[in-house]
């Protein structure tokens, strides 16, 4: 549709993201400045449809849907009848959607449930309630299912089905879950299998699935909200509810709709039938393609017929007689609306660099040119064009100028031009740095007949040869080398200027600049592709096989001639309509597109330059007609994306730029002003700019390569080579560029034999065909591609990336604790003991010393002891001036010592123990330490009064004295001075 608004001439606008909010267009759009709106329904959300109904404009509520003239088909719907168990008596819901939550399928489940409770028991009733529910992540509702079959009795009385088992009659037999599916067969045999359709939304903008269940013939129980209400007529076509939102009311109403629609009835057959049939002529009334083509066409042909009515009186009358032009009028034929339209995946990919762009004016150029066709060849840049004014003389037809970038002068070409040639709109293409290919153009001036004449310039000789002529005449079409060998010629416009061209042709073309016989037909282009003016170069993105031809900047149209039939060749008023599609051809793949520019680009093939084999720079150009540029966009083939780079010191379009030794040269064209929206056709220019490329397009200022002689495609430098040292071409080393090329080539290689991609998560095929790295976010054309990829750094520093993301949020669980089982033993009692209390007459220091006696201690065993302060046990009150001194061996009870809160000695040789496995005695010595003597009180010499202790107590008759009794046992070491004295 846009591409033949483009073609009748009408203004237009087209906002591809209308899932933004509302208020992000209400301030930039000014309905008072259309005629019409015109809004496909099939991608239209509520609030577009609300706010277009605010603005009072027209527009149309129309959609396209392929459906069969008979409904039900007999032999789909016994197919899918049968994969559910479901017979003609059976009563089958459908419900065709995602599920999301604003689809509200949840609440159906729950209503669902409450029908098949009261169905199950309708007087008279024969068969089941069955539900259907078809789209994707369906599955995952069984959960919810299990949930409301839960307080559900699964044998409910069957109503005369024989054979039918408890099972048969539980809810979760009655609903059947189906994952979303391709196959168009299956989804047109569920609705040829269901009986009612119901759609429990939210809201919806344009239901599809609703048109094409009426299409069915399918009464539709539908919610009351969005465009839906344009699609279902309550009463007529279907039954309307209030959407989820409402709560009770909505399942209510919903509720009530099932059942009255139950075909197990005589009343609910009759009416189910009634609404199916209504809404089955209406989906085929309004809603086919025929129809929405036709009432497109008749509001766009109005729209037309009233822009030419304003250029009538604007006195820019379209054609004889005011009325349309023949070929803008024959734009508007049937089957129109099959143009090519941008889809999201074709948007494109800008990026903002900021590079330093520092540009110095020349003197003027001695000669004036605009829309050039310019081709680079060593040193030299030469330009091609039938109107060059060389100081200020007459126009110079067929001129070949040239300028030596290292000089800066200029000459004039001296060529024995054939008469045949096309004076305008030809198309070249230099092949070897030497023979310069020209084909096409126009025979006269202004709007002349084209011409199917085809030539070769040899640029040493200056002599020019006929080679084989197109096969049609054509308008400037576009022409290229791809490869070493073979010419390609495409698009253009018609005879009539104004059809886009398709045909592509080919030429063998050998070193010495001869070519083959013939032209060969290769693939066409995609339908409405075609148009003049375009840029095309040879790319070949990294990871590639194979070069491509990148074709953009086309104008769909061009002046017609006013009377043609009756000679008259005088130009009409000129409308120029360009695109931003970015398509490419290669052999193996033929024509594929890539992402948008980012605005289209017109007249700027005579400065495109090419950046090594994936990357070229543009300069300035025509956005739209009337609105000229000064941005330098930078493509990456291999990375499809466009990058802002600088601006050019003016706004132009059809100048010529060259580059040599990393300093681009920019000169002559066509000037804009007022920021470029005041373009006059025919204001030429001499001015010459000349700038250094920036350190990111040089490697730091490093270039390490001169210019290519001989280059083939006309290209001064290669981008990829320059960023090398060393790596001249045919100085016979390998660089390190190409060694990094040749060894990803060997990895992809080695991933294609070793690497299962069935096993790659990040690995996807989108619906484009084209594969996806979903951790990188980047598109490859091939398996090889994204296996080469893969290898790289950036995806290995992704899953670095991820892997210590993933490390980092993943929960941290506790070590399980290793549980030690709890040994029971019968206790036998409590040991005998003997404490004895020690003081130290030197120090002041005090201690005691126990012995533990454990004659039936087990065999292999040794008794353990610890200290425990008085808050940890539960025997008696707590108190901070004692603590706990306790026993354990087995099999005897533990045992605790009530002892003074002092702080133990814990030099090891006053604290020590002593196991005596002979006597079965277990000795433990406690010193503390010394008390501390009050501030400003000296302590007393020998701490107390020395005075004599009583005798220690006897051991038991028989148990003998323990040894080191009154010291430190053997080979603990001996005592410290003063230990076991009298006075202790």
Not at 920 to 947: I, N
């Amino acid at each position: 549709m846009e591409h033949q608004l483009e073609h009748a001439g009408i203004t237009h606008s087209l906002d591809t993201d209308v899932q933004r909010h509302p208020l992000s267009h209400s301030t930039t759009v000014d309905p008072a400045s259309f005629d019409v709106v015109v809004v496909n329904t099939i991608v239209t959300f509520h609030w577009l449809r609300q706010q277009v109904e605010f603005w009072g404009l027209t527009f149309l509520r129309k959609a396209v849907c392929k459906a069969s003239q008979q409904w039900p088909l007999a032999n789909l719907r016994q197919h899918f009848r049968r994969l559910i168990n479901a017979t003609d008596n059976d009563y089958v819901v459908l419900t065709v959607s995602s599920n999301t939550p604003h689809k509200g399928l949840e609440r159906l489940l729950a209503t669902f449930a409450r029908a098949w409770q009261q169905a199950n028991s309708l007087p008279g009733a024969r068969g089941r309630l069955m539900l259907v529910c078809l789209g994707p992540d369906m599955p995952r509702l069984e959960a919810e299912i299990a949930r409301l079959s839960a307080p559900l009795q699964p044998d409910i009385k069957l109503n005369n089905i024989a054979g039918a088992t408890k099972m048969a009659g539980s809810l979760q037999a009655a609903i059947h879950l189906f994952e979303a599916t391709d196959n168009s067969t299956q989804r047109l045999g569920w609705y040829a299998a269901g009986d009612v359709q119901v759609l429990n939304s939210k809201c919806e903008s344009f239901g599809r699935v609703t048109v094409e269940g009426m299409a069915a013939s399918l009464p539709q129980l539908a919610t009351t909200c969005g465009g839906t209400l344009d699609i279902v007529q309550d009463g007529l076509t279907g039954l309307l509810h209030p959407p989820p939102t409402a709560g009770e009311a909505s399942d209510t109403a919903l509720l009530q709709h099932i059942l009255r629609l139950d075909r197990r009835t005589a009343a609910g057959r009759a009416l189910a039938e009634r609404l199916g049939t209504a809404g089955c002529g209406r989906a085929h009334a309004e809603f086919l393609p025929q129809q929405f083509l036709d009432a497109s066409e008749a509001l766009v042909q109005q729209v037309a017929d009233g822009a030419a009515a304003a250029d009538l009186a604007a006195g820019l009358a379209a054609g004889p007689g005011g009325s349309l032009t023949p070929g803008a009028a024959a734009m508007l034929r049937s089957g129109w609306a099959a143009a090519f339209m941008p889809t999201s995946a074709n948007q494109a990919r800008v990026t903002q660099r900021n590079m330093q762009w520092a540009w110095d004016e020349r003197s003027p150029a001695p000669l004036m040119a605009a829309d050039s066709m310019a081709f680079q060849a060593g040193n030299k840049l030469y330009i091609l064009n039938n109107n060059v004014r060389f100081n200020d003389s007459v126009a110079v037809p067929h001129a070949l100028a040239a300028v030596d970038l290292g000089s800066w002068q200029w000459q004039n070409e001296s060529v024995d031009w054939p008469a045949d040639l096309g004076k305008t709109h030809a198309a070249a293409s230099l092949s070897g740095g030497r023979h310069l290919f020209i084909v096409a153009g126009q025979e006269g001036d202004e709007c002349s007949p084209p011409t199917a004449a085809a030539h070769r310039l040899d640029l040493k000789t200056l002599k020019a040869q006929a080679i084989p002529k197109l096969p049609e005449p054509r308008y400037s079409p576009s022409l290229a080398m791809l490869g070493d060998s073979r010419l390609h010629v495409f698009g253009g416009l018609l005879p009539d200027r104004v059809t886009p061209a398709r045909e592509h042709w080919s030429l063998h073309v050998d070193a010495d600049g001869s070519t083959g016989d013939a032209w060969v037909t290769e693939p066409p282009l995609p339908e409405y592709v075609g148009g003049s003016h375009a840029s095309v170069l040879e790319l070949q993105p990294q990871g590639d096989a194979e070069p491509a031809l990148y074709y953009w900047g086309r104008i769909s149209q061009e002046s017609q001639a006013w009377d043609a039939a009756a000679g008259n060749y005088s130009c009409t008023a000129n409308r120029e309509w360009g695109d931003a599609a970015l398509w490419s051809f290669s052999l193996r793949r033929g024509w594929r597109r890539h992402r948008d520019l980012p605005l289209p680009l017109l007249y700027a093939a005579g400065c495109t330059i090419k950046l090594g084999q994936d990357a070229t720079l543009v300069v300035g150009g025509q956005h739209y007609d009337g609105w000229l540029s000064r941005t330098l966009w930078l493509y990456n083939a291999t990375e499809d994306s466009w990058a802002r780079v600088g601006h050019a010191p003016g706004y132009s379009r059809g100048h010529v730029c060259g580059l040599l030794n990393g300093r681009l040269f920019m000169a002559l064209g066509q000037l804009g002003q007022e920021k470029g929206l005041s373009y006059q056709p025919g204001l030429s220019v001499r001015r010459q700019f000349v700038a250094t490329l920036p350190p990111e397009l040089t490697n730091e200022g490093e270039l390490g390569t001169k210019q290519q002689q001989g280059n083939s495609r006309g290209v001064a430098m290669s981008f990829l080579d320059a960023r090398e040292h060393g790596s001249k071409p045919g100085s016979g080393f390998v660089s390190a560029q190409q060694e990094a090329v040749d060894r990803r080539e060997r990895l992809r290689r080695l991933a294609l034999e070793t690497i299962d991609l069935s096993k790659d998560p990040y690995f996807m095929r989108n619906h484009l065909g084209q594969y996806e790295c979903r951790l990188c976010l980047t598109l490859h054309t091939n398996e090889g591609n994204y296996l080469a990829h893969t290898q790289g750094k950036r995806h290995q520093q992704n899953l670095a990336k991820r892997a210590a993301r993933e490390a980092a949020e993943k929960p941290v669980v506790p070590a399980p604790q290793r549980r030690v089982a709890i040994k029971k033993t019968v206790r036998i009692g409590r040991p005998g003991y003997r404490v004895t209390k020690q003081f130290d007459g030197e120090t002041g220091a005090r201690g005691l010393l126990f012995q533990i006696e454990y004659p039936e201690i087990e065999e292999g065993s040794k008794p353990r002891h610890r200290i425990m302060s008085s808050y940890e046990q539960r025997k008696e009150p707590w108190s901070k001036e004692w603590q706990y001194l306790l026993f354990a061996a087995e099999p005897y009870e533990v045992v605790a010592f009530k002892i003074p809160s002092y702080e133990v000695e814990k030099h090891p040789e006053r604290l020590f123990t002593h196991w005596d496995p002979d006597n079965k005695v277990y000795s433990l010595q406690l010193p503390f330490k010394p008390p501390q003597a009050p501030a400003g009180r000296p302590a007393a010499p020998g701490g107390v009064p020395p005075q004599q202790l009583p005798p220690p107590p006897q051991m038991p008759p028989g148990m003998g004295r323990p040894p080191g009794m009154g010291g430190p046992p053997p080979g603990m070491g001996g005592p410290p001075p003063g230990w076991g004295r009298p006075g202790w």
